[in-house]
């Protein structure tokens, strides 16, 4: 199994936040050609789920549970975000990216970025609280994606039509486990 090391993510800089907001929208049209180099990997992810604080992160949680697992499909494999490692952990060597994908236009992007929460880790909530308390914190995630690609070049789109149960086994995920959205990240042809 090959992880990858990340540079340190570039915590500084970028457009002012409402010229981000002004270019902030949904791209379907990726360039096959154009890889992410792993700087700018290292940035997106830090800004999707990263440490911003000793212990808390770029995205709020419900009671800061921090439930998610924000898994990365390349090319080269399936990798888990280890933020505090700043290190994608590989899970498998399989190219997964059209395994999560009902539209097309996926193959053409390198990344996808696969938001997972372990509902394990929400205590207190009746079933339909810990439904909301996931979605809403993926929802964030996503948010966080889209402003970073808006601010640096990149496409983006969220994506809830997704094959997740097929998805879930091919990443061996455990039963407690949900996938809630993939977010598909590369450049466009534009
Ligand atoms: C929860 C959610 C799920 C979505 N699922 C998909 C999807 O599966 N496939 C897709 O192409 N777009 C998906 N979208 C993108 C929306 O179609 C898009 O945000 C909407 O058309 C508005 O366009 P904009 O993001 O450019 O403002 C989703 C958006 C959200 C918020």
């Known amino acids: 199994m090959n992880n990858i ?10 457009m ?8 902030r929208a949904t791209q379907r049209n990726y360039d ?20 911003n604080r000793a212990d808390r992160r770029t995205a709020p949680t419900s009671h800061n ?10 090319r080269s ?5 280890d933020a505090a490692a700043n290190t994608l952990v590989m899970i ?13 236009y996926v193959a053409d992007a390198p ?3 696969i938001i997972v929460s372990d509902t394990t880790k929400i205590i207190g909530k009746t079933p339909q609280g810990v439904t909301e308390a996931i979605y809403a914190n993926a929802g964030f995630i996503s948010e ?3 402003m970073f690609c808006a601010a640096f070049g990149l496409g983006s789109v969220t994506r809830a039509l997704v094959p997740k149960e097929e998805l879930a086994k091919k990443m061996n995920l455990r039963s407690s486990q949900v996938i809630t959205l993939v977010h598909t990240v590369g450049y466009t042809l534009d």
């Open 5 to 14: 090391v990340l540079p340190a993510p570039v915590r500084t800089g970028g």
């Open 16 to 23: 002012p936040i409402m010229d981000a907001f002004s270019k």
């Open 32 to 51: 096959p050609t154009k890889e992410i180099d792993l700087q700018t990997l290292s940035n997106l992810l830090w800004s999707a789920w990263g440490f």
């Open 65 to 74: 549970r921090q439930e998610v697992d924000l898994y990365v499909s390349l």
């Open 77 to 81: 494999g399936t990798y888990l975000y």
């Open 92 to 104: 498998n060597g399989d190219d997964l990216r059209m395994a999560s994908a009902m539209q097309d």
């Open 111 to 113: 990344v996808n970025l």
């Open 144 to 146: 966080n994606i889209y």
